[in-house]
C-alpha cells in the first residue's frame, strides 16, 4: 500500500450498513458492486475497506493488517486488543444483558446450585460475575444464545439485546445489564504514528458525515 492509504476493516452483520452508509456521507463510498471481494476500493482511491466477522476487527487492526476498523464495544472489550479507539458513532447501540427464563429464579438459583451461563462473551461474563463475587459456570457458544435455557444447555444467558424480540420469542426476560454498546472506531497504533495527517483528516470526515 502507497504511504497514504489507509485500509478499513467493516464487521460484516449488524453494523455494516450502517458504517457504509457513514463512509458514504464522508466521500468515502465502498464500490457497490463489489460482489464475493472482501478487498473492497472506494470512491477515495486512498482507501480500502476490508469485510470481516465482526470478531475478528480488533486482530486485524492490532496487528497493522488494517489500519483502522468498525467494530462494537461488545467485541472490543472482549477481545481488549492494543489499540487507539479515536472515535465513537452514534449507530450500532444495544445493550450485553444477562438474561434468564421468565418466571425463574434469579439472581441465585434454588439449592444453591452454581447457575450454568451460555454466552459468546465469556470474558465479559467471567468478568460481571467475578466482580460481584458469584460463582457460574461459563459456557461459550457461538451464536443463537438465546435457545440454549429453552434445552437445558443453560440456566442463563448474556448476550446482546437491541429490540428485545429475540428475548422475548424465546421467553427469555432481561435482569442486569453488563455494557452499553455502540460502534466505534479503532485504529492500530503504529500507523496512526506513521500516517498521522491521513487518520486525521478520515476521522474529520467521518466526524462531521
Ligand atoms: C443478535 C444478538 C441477539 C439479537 C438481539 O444476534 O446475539 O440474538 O441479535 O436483537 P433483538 O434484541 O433486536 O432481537 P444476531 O442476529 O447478530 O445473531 P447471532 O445469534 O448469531 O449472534
Redesign the pocket.
Same mark, same amino acid.
Given at each position: 500500500m502507497s504511504a497514504n492509504r489507509l485500509r478499513i476493516a467493516l464487521a460484516k *452483520?449488524?453494523l455494516w450498513e450502517s458504517a457504509i452508509a457513514h463512509f458514504a456521507r464522508a466521500g468515502m463510498a465502498p464500490l457497490s458492486d463489489k460482489g464475493r471481494r472482501l478487498l473492497v476500493p472506494s470512491e477515495d482511491p486512498d482507501i480500502e475497506f476490508l469485510e470481516i466477522k465482526p470478531g475478528d476487527v480488533p486482530i486485524y487492526v492490532e496487528s497493522g493488517a488494517a489500519d483502522l476498523g468498525i467494530t462494537g464495544t461488545d467485541v472490543l472489550r472482549e477481545a481488549n486488543p492494543d489499540v487507539l479507539e479515536p472515535l465513537e458513532f452514534d449507530f450500532g447501540q444495544c445493550r450485553l444483558v444477562v438474561a434468564a427464563p421468565a418466571g425463574a429464579a434469579y439472581p441465585a438459583l434454588p439449592g444453591g446450585i452454581t447457575p450454568r451461563l451460555a454466552t459468546?462473551y465469556p470474558r465479559l461474563a467471567r468478568e460481571h460475575f467475578a466482580g460481584q463475587g458469584r460463582g457460574v459456570e461459563i459456557i461459550e457458544v457461538g451464536?443463537? $444464545?438465546?435457545v440454549a435455557p429453552l434445552l437445558g444447555l443453560s440456566h442463563w444467558i448474556v %448476550?446482546? $439485546? %437491541? =429490540? *428485545?424480540? =429475540?428475548?422475548k420469542a424465546n421467553g427469555l426476560v432481561e435482569q442486569e445489564t453488563i455494557l452499553n454498546v455502540r460502534a466505534t472506531l479503532i485504529a492500530n497504533r503504529a500507523s496512526q504514528k506513521l500516517k498521522l495527517g491521513r487518520h486525521l483528516e478520515v476521522m474529520r470526515r467521518l466526524g462531521e458525515g
Open positions: *452483520g449488524r459468546k451464536g443463537s $444464545v438465546e %448476550d446482546l $439485546v %437491541d =429490540t *428485545g424480540n =429475540t428475548l
